[in-house]
Each structure stands twice: as structure tokens, then as C-alpha cells.
């Protein structure tokens, strides 16, 4: 068996000339240490996923054009690498060319194209039919790409009968939670069943709302785990298929792991859109405050701005609580009063209010000028500005359009407000002492935006109110098959029908990390006029 590396790298979509320097500089790395294969992630010479670039002709052409020029410098060492092949009738595949002396020796499309929850490959790309098995130092290898290994009987099971001691699978496989033992499992069958070992390349990084785990691994005779790469980092993972103490990554915990997941999604989408510095703001209440530690994580502490908007509503608890956190987190905190523009709105529509009691209208006003100051702040210094809703509010439009949704990126808009206490207690579990206040998580949850007002008398207690939105929106139950696992009939019909009436909301909200299986945005397609409420 040959000495191969896993090159778990984190490419830009679009990046030709970066992706492809990367590339070479693992290679390089690789060749030091004696391998005769590093092998390279799924369109890791474009990027994965391209989307709707795949349309442009011209990228296509230059993706081919920096696979050349990658090949040409290729020497001593051979390289799979993942890119978009074309033919001359004008389809386009998913490939992996197999590289070695200055050259393209070989190339795979690959047969099995995923068109499910975030994959639309079918838009794209067509179908490859042939299987690829090659000789490297006497050994016979087969490769494919992805979702390839996923489908039982598909073209792995060719390339083992036409001779294949090893498979390798290049992927590039987006995270959710618990997906890398599900990969691993996944693999254990496969080799299990083909009874050859199996090398599974993987990228990370951050793209839009999608966060890839890496996690790569080699799965040897038996369903053994050979080696593992560590999750969500970059990483040359060396195997020697002959040894055994080859380097097994953990298993990261479920917080653990989605916490990085959040940390690496909201990096990668300010960085690779050129934000250097990010801003929020900061109420004192449990959301913002996970936002800010995870901001504070992903960029330092000084390159975050806090910003805390107090109005008449604001209790001193929440202000005082804001301030220790920025002083814990060592970030800078702005306090910018909103009680005077506020008062001015009011005086501004008082006619037209004139006899009508107070409503959501004066609630939501508050909201939207703290929107238009973190907006201005955006503007004014080229920050990018993090939004704190979570999962349970963004379900039942608990936000205000124009006021706390407003921004550029999302980061727990995937995260349940039950799992924002379970990764808030998780991140205070990290230095010598927590940096979240204690009295932000035993506080009841509220906007402030009315006096004495709390969330729950509006939505109902969220551990309820997560199980109903975790059967509805994950499992797609219907409101009588929730009713029927114990849940009060008019808390789920209330709950469903504020889910299917604020799709308009969800579709104006900017992207964010997905971390479940049916995040809002591309897994769910609900349609905004919609009259189906069974």
C-alpha cells in the first residue's frame, strides 16, 4: 500500500489563482514528507459550490485554464484535485483529474449528482458513466466524488470489480451537526462491503451560509478507523496504510462542534467578502451576547464593536449586563440612547396615531432605529454588522423586519433558543472564569420593547415551543401528529401558523450558518402565498 496525504484545505469559491497556489503549496508539503498521492477536495480548483457561475461560460474556461497552468507545475508527486470539466457538446461535470508529470493524466466525472436539501447539481452538471480505476507504484486505486460512496451499489462497487485495492472519495460535504460520525459509519459499510480501505477527503471553511467540517478520514480493512483529520481546520493529513499509529483526530462534542461550525461560517463569510472588522448590537439579553463571543472568537476582540442601544424600556440590569460582557470579552462597547429619536418618531406620527393605544407599531419603531444606527455605522466605517436573531424567533417571526434583522450576516439564525443556553453555558465552560454574566442566563428572555414584557407570554415556553419546531420544520409533521406526542393542540396550531405566515420575513433576512438538517433558505422552500394549513 502507498503513503498518500489528505489535503484538507479551505478554497474561495471563484479563487481560481488562490485555490490553485493553495493546491501547489500542500503539494509541495506533501512531497517533503515522502507521499507518492495528496489528494485534494471535490472543485477544489473552483471552489465548492459555484452555483450559478457554472453558467458562465467564461468560468468554466478559465477553471480549465488554471488546472493547466496548476498541472504544468506538478513534479515528483502525484495530485487529485477536484474542478469543472467540459466536453465539446457543452456540458459540464463535477471532475477529479488526476495530475502527475507536468500534466492531466486521467480525469472522473462523477455519476451520482445529489439534488436534495443545499445540492442542485442537476441544474448543472451532467452525469459521467465510466468508472476510474489507475496503477500508482503497483497499486490499483479507485476514485470517485461524493455522493458517489453515498448510494449503495453505485460506481465504487465498478471500480473493486475491475481491480481497485484502495477507493479514495473526494468531497466536499457541508456541515451539520453529528455529520462527521455519520460520514464515518457511512464508511465503515463501505468498506465492509467492498472489503478494500477507503480514503475520504474532505474541505473546510466557510461559503455563504454552508460550513464544511473537513474531518477526513482512512477507514482500513474491517471497518477499522486508520486516520482522522481534525474538524474545521486546515490540515495535511499524512497515511501510511501499512502502520498503525497514524493520527486519529476526536471527535469534537456536539457544542463543541457546533460553536466552531459558527465560529468558522462567520469568519469565512466576513473575511472572504472583505470585512476586516464586524459590529452588533448588544442588549444584554442571551442572544446577542453568544453572538458576541463567537464574533470575538472568529476576529479578536478588537476587531469587534459592540454597540448597546438602551430606550425608556431598557431595565439597568440589561445595560449593566451589556458592559460586563464587552469589559470580559475585552471588545469595545459604544452606548448610543435611543429614548430622544424615539421620542421624536412619536411626536412625528402623533397625528396620524392620534386615539389608537399603544401596539407593535411603537415596538417595532424601537427596533428600526437601532437598525438604521448600526446601519449607518456599517456605512460609515466599512463594518460588517452580525444580526443576534436565533432559529425560534426567525420560525414564528419574532423580528422586525427593517429593525434586528438588519445587516449582513446571521449567526445563529440555524440555532434553536434553547441550544443558544446550551452553547452560551459551553463557551463559559472555556477560560478560568465565564465571560457571559450568570444573571443573562437566568433572566427571562424579552425584547424590551414594552414595559415589563418577556417573550414567552408572547410564544410560550420555549422548550415547548422547540419541540414544535423541531418536529415542524425538520421532521415536517403535521400539527396533529405533533399534538399527538403530547404538546398542547393550541400552542402547536399557534406556533404552525405563525411559522407558515412569516415566510415573507425569512426571505428578507440575510444568509447565516447552517448547522441543522432544514435550515431556513435553501433546505426550506415554503411558498410565501401559501393557503394549505393542515
Request: a positive charge; one cysteine or more.
Amino acid at each position: 500500500m502507498i503513503k498518500l496525504a489528505l489535503a484538507q484545505i479551505n478554497p474561495t469559491v471563484g479563487d481560481l489563482s488562490g485555490n490553485t497556489r493553495k493546491i501547489l503549496e500542500y503539494a509541495a508539503q506533501a512531497s517533503k514528507a515522502g507521499v507518492a498521492l495528496a489528494v485534494f477536495p471535490e472543485l477544489a480548483v473552483c471552489g465548492y459550490p459555484p452555483e450559478d457561475l457554472l453558467l458562465k461560460k467564461h468560468f468554466v474556461a478559465n477553471n480549465l485554464k488554471a488546472l493547466d497552468a496548476l498541472a504544468k507545475k506538478v513534479r515528483g508527486i502525484t495530485l487529485i484535485a477536484g474542478f469543472v470539466d467540459s466536453d465539446s457538446s457543452g456540458k459540464i461535470y463535477n471532475a477529479a483529474a488526476i495530475i502527475s508529470e507536468g500534466k492531466v493524466q486521467q480525469v472522473y466525472h462523477k455519476q451520482e449528482l445529489p439534488n436534495y436539501g443545499v445540492f442542485d447539481e442537476k441544474r448543472y452538471f451532467a452525469a459521467g458513466h465510466e468508472p476510474c480505476v489507475f496503477t500508482l507504484e503497483g497499486v490499483k486505486i479507485g476514485l470517485n466524488i461524493c455522493e458517489d460512496i453515498w448510494i449503495d451499489g453505485a460506481v465504487y462497487q465498478w471500480e473493486v470489480k475491475g481491480g481497485a485495492q484502495i477507493l479514495i472519495n473526494i468531497s466536499s460535504s457541508p456541515y451539520q451537526a453529528g455529520k462527521v460520525k455519520e460520514r464515518e459509519e457511512l464508511l465503515r459499510r463501505r468498506v465492509k462491503e467492498t472489503r478494500v480501505p477507503l480514503a475520504y477527503i474532505n474541505c473546510v471553511g466557510g461559503q455563504d451560509e454552508l460550513v464544511f467540517d473537513g474531518g477526513s478520514m482512512v477507514v482500513g480493512a474491517g471497518g477499522r478507523l486508520l486516520a482522522r483529520a481534525a474538524q474545521f481546520n486546515e490540515e495535511l493529513l499524512t497515511v501510511d496504510l501499512n502502520r498503525k499509529d497514524n493520527p486519529v483526530a476526536p471527535v469534537l462534542d456536539n457544542n463543541e462542534e457546533i460553536y466552531k461550525a459558527l465560529v468558522t461560517g462567520t469568519r469565512d463569510y466576513a473575511l472572504k467578502n472583505g470585512f476586516k472588522k464586524v459590529a452588533l448590537g448588544l442588549s444584554g439579553g442571551i442572544d446577542s451576547a453568544l453572538v458576541a463571543c463567537i464574533a470575538c472568537d472568529a476576529f479578536g476582540p478588537e476587531n469587534v464593536t459592540a454597540i448597546s442601544m438602551p430606550s425608556t424600556f431598557s431595565s439597568r440590569g440589561t445595560r449593566q449586563d451589556a458592559r460586563m460582557l464587552a469589559k470580559n470579552l475585552r471588545m469595545e462597547l459604544k452606548e448610543i440612547p435611543i429614548k430622544k429619536v424615539f421620542a421624536s418618531y412619536l411626536k412625528t406620527m402623533q397625528k396620524l396615531f392620534a386615539r389608537l393605544p399603544w401596539s407593535i407599531a411603537e415596538e417595532n419603531i424601537q427596533a428600526r432605529i437601532r437598525g438604521n444606527i448600526l446601519m449607518a455605522m456599517s456605512n460609515k466605517f466599512g463594518w460588517l454588522i452580525l444580526t443576534t436573531g436565533n432559529k425560534s424567533e426567525m420560525a414564528v417571526g419574532y423580528c422586525t423586519l427593517y429593525g434586528d434583522m438588519s445587516g449582513g450576516y446571521a449567526v445563529i439564525k440555524d440555532v434553536f433558543k434553547t441550544k443558544v443556553y446550551e452553547l452560551s453555558r459551553y463557551r463559559n465552560s472555556l477560560g478560568s472564569q465565564p465571560v457571559i454574566p450568570k444573571s443573562i442566563l437566568l433572566r427571562s428572555p424579552t425584547a424590551e420593547l414594552r414595559l415589563n414584557q418577556t417573550d414567552e407570554e408572547t410564544l410560550g415556553a420555549y422548550e415547548d415551543l422547540d419541540k414544535i419546531l423541531m418536529a415542524y420544520i425538520e421532521g415536517h409533521a403535521s400539527p396533529s401528529d405533533i399534538v399527538a406526542s403530547g404538546i398542547d393542540e393550541k400552542h402547536v396550531l399557534q406556533t404552525v401558523r405563525l411559522v407558515d405566515m412569516n415566510e415573507y420575513k425569512r426571505r428578507q433576512a440575510p444568509p447565516g450558518v447552517k448547522i441543522t438538517p432544514c435550515a431556513f433558505g435553501k433546505d426550506w422552500r415554503l411558498p410565501i402565498t401559501n393557503k394549505y394549513k393542515e
